[in-house]
């Protein structure tokens, strides 16, 4: 069984920092892309960043370039994105998801329930 487990969540001022973690088990980790999504209330869901475990690709939405960053632990399965110079408008929703590299940011196969991570102004 595939499974993907966000931790990391939480609340924050803005200007703080976050790191998000995604573990990730079932599958062949190397194979995979995994993508960071995020959804507020009322908005489409968005994706922030990517990163190719074969190759170390990376792929960063604007909103979040230069703030955040993804990483990958491969001997744990488990990626990570660090989240800098938070803003309010980074609240929602957060959730992981494994797949291939052309299916960011549209959609991935396979999908965490999400982290949620609030920031206050």
């Known amino acids: 069984e595939v499974q993907l487990v966000e931790s990391g969540g939480g609340l924050v001022q803005a200007g703080g920092s976050l790191r998000l973690s995604c573990v990730v088990s079932g599958l062949t980790f190397d194979d995979y892309a995994i993508g960071w999504f995020r959804q507020a209330p009322g908005k489409e869901r968005e994706g922030v960043s990517c990163?190719?475990?074969?190759?170390?690709?990376?792929y960063y939405a604007d909103s979040v370039k230069g703030r955040f960053t993804i990483s990958s632990d491969n001997a744990k399965n488990t990626v990570y994105l660090q989240m800098n110079s938070l803003k309010p408008e980074d609240t929602a929703v957060y959730y992981c998801?494994?797949?291939?590299?052309?299916?960011?940011?549209?959609?991935?196969?396979?999908w965490g329930k999400g982290t949620l991570v609030t920031v206050s102004s």
């Open positions: 998801a494994a797949g291939g590299w052309w299916e960011f940011p549209y959609g991935m196969g396979y």
């Open positions: 990163i190719s475990i074969s190759d170390g690709r990376t």
